[in-house]
């Protein structure tokens, strides 16, 4: 047998077991997993489900980054409110950020900064199952599992698990976060992980020549009943035999490795988040749909400015290396960024110098995916601690993402219990950025 992928099974938070293997067996394929996933993703685009050769990047703060001194400054605010960082200009007239994200304000013209985001779960577990899915849930909290899909596993359903040529897994998770998993959609649209041995084993196993050869022996069985094959079913089954055979045959494994790249990209990104994003950049070259990427470390309930001074740099170089990297490219028309976390910070600095949890005024910024950049969408209040103008959700986040990837807003699926459910009921696409 020829493993492209570990075979280990590993549960998530939806208590499924995670889709970290692709194995060709034996002899034919047609029976086998991969061929199974391109056949899902070529079926999924024959009943016009998607349209985009689109991507996401979604980088989630974990643990509730400050909107303040990350993207919402609000200098004029009394000072037990304002940015505890200070602010600095960028290159879009009016615009400040966090002290901290200097190289980000050289890249402002190409992204998007909102500052009206808000929903009203302040715990960790609700408020990321309300901006991973869309949808509250207040039993997570308490220790409940996800009752709704999150957005990559839904651009997995809806796109097929990998992509129809490059077989590149359509959801990827470079590292967990909490409810990013698929819930009632099944075990099939979890994110790709590949981590560890998965990681290890994307490559040929089984010696070329001896491939070619069971790829000859299958063509030749099947040949046996092509004459009689009136439907044209075995010409299909070929297909995707060969997509199967080509996804373990092409460079395409090579996207998760960034000794293919150059040294000097390499370099500007820089360490740790650097490297993730670059990486998640390759993958959304070589058709991946959806990247996760978790960056923690934000639940800064006492001295924030040295927390921010720790943590906002890597943040930074990384943000505007990756932006500025798409633009170059030319890629920044199909490749979406969303930064957020599961809630903000409290305005008022507390008496440990730092802010608690506060979603009704949440992180959220933006690049790419071809939509309307250089500005800040929304206004906060005041005393930055709601959104003045009309507070953009996250089914409305969730309506911009498939706005960029092509996906129909009005999609159902059958859930747990049976009944047949919209992925969006309610939200639209930021109206200011589409």
Known sequence: MLSFLTGRQRGNCEGTSRRDFIKVGSLGLGSLALPDLLRARARANAVGETTKDTSVIWVWLGGGPTHVETFDPKMTAPS??????????TNVPGITLGGNFQRTAAVADKMAFVRSFAHTNSGHGGGTHWVMTGYDNRLIDNGGLPSRPGMGSIVSRMRGANHPVT???????????????PAFLGAAYAPFDPGGQAKRNMSLVVDKLRLDNRRQL????????RSVDRSQLMEGLDAFEQQAFNLVLSRSQQAFDL?????????????????????????????????????????????????MDRRGPELDRAIAALVEDMSQRGVDQKIMLVVTGEFGRTPKINRNAGRDHWAPLSTLALAGGGLNMGQAVGESAEKVDVPKSTPISPQDLMATVFHVLGLNRRAQFVNQAGRPVYMVEGGKPIAELV
């Open 218 to 225: 299958l063509q030749g069985i099947d040949n046996v009943n």
């Open 259 to 307: 000794k293919y790249e150059d040294p000097r990209v390499v370099d500007r990104y820089g360490p740790g988040l650097g490297q993730q994003l670059l990486q998640a950049r390759r993958l959304c070259e070589a058709g991946c749909g959806f990247v996760n990427i978790s960056y923690g470390g934000w639940d800064m309930h006492g001295n924030i400015k040295t927390s």
């Open 80 to 89: 037990e409110y304002r940015s505890v960082t200070g602010e600095v200009k």
């Open 167 to 181: 077989g590149m897994p359509t959801y990827v998770r470079l590292n967990g976060i909490g409810s990013d998993g």
